[in-house]
Every structure is written in C-alpha cells, then in structure tokens.
C-alpha cells in the first residue's frame, strides 16, 4: 500500500455511510414541547425551567441551577456574581474555546493565561500555582473534552490563596472526579447545551452552585437585574436579559434522562478506541487520569505523530481522515493565537505544550461517533492504521 490509495489521492475510502446523526430527539423531546406549546408559559415562570434547573443541579450534585442563554454567558454571569471585575486577574488555560478568556474580559478583569498538562490538556496545575499574584481573584480551570481537570491541585491552591474557582464545564456533562460530579466542585460552574455538546438545545447554558447567595445574584443577573422576590418591575441591579426559553428547557429535561446512558457508551467505545489505537505505531490517547470516576467524552481527543504518518503537518493529516470517512478536526488554537485576547491578557511563561499540542499532535473526534456501533468504531481503527500502512516504516 502507498500513498496514492489514500482517499484523499483518489483511492477507495474506508467508510462511506455516515455516523449516527447528532443532536437526535425522540419521543420524550416531542411530549415535553408540546406540552410547553399547549399550556406555556414559553419562558419567564414557566415550570419546565424550574423543573429543569433542579434536576440538573441535583444530577451535578449541586443545590441550585440558574439556566441562561449559552454556556459563554454562564461563564460571564458567574465571574460577575463572583464579584470578579476591573484590575483582577483570573487564572485560564490556553488550550479552550475562546469564551473561557472574553468572558473574562467582558467582566473588566484581565485573563492569565497558563500552559496545560501534555498528557491530558488540561490546565497545569503547577502552572496554575506559579502564575498566581496579588491580583489573582478566580481559577478557570476547563474540563476538556469531558474529562476533569485535577480538582485536588487546583483547589489546593486555590484554598491556599482565597481564590474562587469558577468550573468551565461546557463539555464536561456527567463527568465525575473522585466520585463527584463536575459543577460542584468549585465555586461555581458553567455548562453549555450549544447543538454539539452532550446535552444539546441548539443553544442555551446552566449555571451550577452550592452557595444560596451566589445562586441568588446570578438569577438576578440573567434576569435584567430583578429581585424573584419582588415584582416584576423590581429592578435592583444592573442585569441582562439571559434567561432561557420554555422550549429549550423542555429539550433538556428529556436529554437529561438519556444522558447517562449514552456517557456509558460513549466511555465503552472510548476504551475500545483506547486499545486499539494505541497498537498503532504514532498514535496515544490522552490520559485518564485515576481520579476521573466519569469522563463524559464530549470529544474523542488523540496524539498524532503526523510525520509516522508521512505527512508533513497535521492539517495534512486531518484532511487524509476525513477523506476516509472519519469526521475528525484539528482541535484549537492557543488563545494567545488571538490578537484581539493576546493584547488584553497577560502570558506569564511560555506555552510549549499547548503550541505542541495544538500545531502538531491534537487530532479531534466528535462524540457522535463513540455512538456508532462496534463496526463503526472499527472503521475509525481501519483508517488509522490505512494511513500509516501507507507510509511505510
């Protein structure tokens, strides 16, 4: 086998049919709408955002859920109930969706932005520590991909130096540390239910807490600044209108129930994934590490040395996969990489693992395919080991 058998050089691909649609509803989606259509109300007091908010707190292990309009916006209204503003800093991994440094941004505040773990991208710890000064405020630590960052560390130090940690879960649905569920952990946390995430409305976000006054003032927040004890009119703080709609609720309350079945299957699929990529040669999962009870596997993320591959950079890579009919991306950019954060943020120390991770090993996996069946899964393995037979030794 050579090079010119690859799909992407006008070869046969290894897969053709697609992998199971995602977000997907059924029965359970359709009955919770139509009865938000029929009774309403469609947003502001509907009981479907109170039931939502409360089963999902509870699922994360949390007392109290507060829903909003994306997972940026959970991010962002946190740090402002946090108190979190102009001349603080709060302390981001560079390896995340933009979001995790705007929103701290948009609060006033200045992000710090720290290098990751190599064998999980998660933030660094040890960078967490040596990037904290006397204006730190807040940690942001991210759970990429589903799987938690080291919670023990971080609040270590947070506890250490009275920070607040302000959980970026948005990809971490169902995940657990030692036990515990993400979104309880830290002082507060940020989900979102965007129409890729593990628990989808198109759109959408939930605030999770254990603190009643936190709880409070972010409600407020979304909510043009009203007091929920008061009349409607009751206007207390500067706030914003960020509530979630009826609808979007009703999605949930039916993707919740189905959430931890299909984390199961999507960890079983990620551990056959596991064993057999790992016997070809230039292939590494990313660690799990020993405290992560649950990991939700919001991405399937793999370290590839592209040039086993015979490719000279991994966009190169990327695009000879998904010619083989597996739908995979190249992952990130730093957020050093934007101007438009980099001139608003300060980078204490060099970022080698995020460049490393993010211009040559990280290969993505969307979650929809750890759905598919084992042959599904087969075809991923098929077309890895296609492109590397390729290249020869």
Request: neutral net charge.
């Amino acid at each position: 086998m050579d090079m010119f058998s690859l799909a992407i050089h006008g070869g046969e691909p290894v897969r053709r049919r697609p992998f199971p649609r995602w977000p997907f509803s059924d029965d359970e989606e359709v009955r919770e709408v139509l009865e938000v259509l029929r009774e309403g109300p469609w947003s502001a007091g509907s009981q479907k955002i109170r039931l939502f908010e409360e089963e999902f707190a509870s699922f994360h292990h949390a007392r109290y859920g507060v829903s909003c309009t994306s997972g940026s916006v959970a991010l962002f209204v946190s740090l402002k109930a946090l108190g979190v503003g102009s001349g603080d800093e709060v302390i981001v991994p560079a390896y995340t969706f933009l979001a995790t440094a705007t929103a701290v941004i948009d609060a006033g505040a200045t992000p710090v932005i720290v290098d990751i773990d190599p064998t999980t991208y998660n933030i660094s710890p040890e960078a967490v520590a040596k990037a904290v000064t006397d204006k730190t405020r807040c940690i942001i630590p991210v759970h990429l991909a589903g799987c938690p960052a080291d919670m023990d560390k971080i609040l270590e130090t947070a506890e250490k130096r009275g920070l607040r940690v302000l959980e970026d879960a948005a990809q971490a649905h169902g995940a657990e540390w030692r036990g515990r569920r993400v979104g309880s952990l830290g002082n507060m946390a940020g989900f979102s239910f965007y129409q890729s995430k593990n628990m989808a409305s198109g759109e959408g976000g939930i605030i999770t807490t254990n603190d009643e006054t936190l709880a409070e003032l972010a409600r407020s927040l979304v909510n043009v600044g009203r007091d929920v004890k008061r009349g409607w009119y009751e206007h207390v703080r500067y706030g914003w209108n960020f509530r979630m709609t009826a609808f979007q609720a009703a999605i949930l309350r039916a993707q919740l129930r189905r959430l931890s079945e299909l984390n199961m299957r999507r960890t079983r699929s990620a551990d056959f994934l596991d064993e057999r990529l790992r016997e070809i040669d230039g292939v590494e999962p990313l660690e799990k590490p020993p405290q992560v009870t649950a990991h939700s596997y919001h991405l399937y993320i793999v370290r590839v040395d592209v040039k086993k591959f015979g490719f000279s950079a991994k966009e190169e890579f990327v695009k000879a996969l998904n010619a083989e009919g597996i739908p995979c991306n190249a992952g990130y950019r730093p957020l050093s990489s934007y101007w438009f954060i980099a001139e608003k943020s300060h980078i204490p120390m060099p970022l080698k693992n995020t460049e490393k991770a993010s211009q040559y090993e990280a290969v993505w996996i969307p979650q929809y395919v750890l759905l598919g069946e084992r042959e599904d899964l087969m075809d991923v393995v098929d077309a890895f080991a296609k492109l590397r037979k390729a290249a020869g030794s």
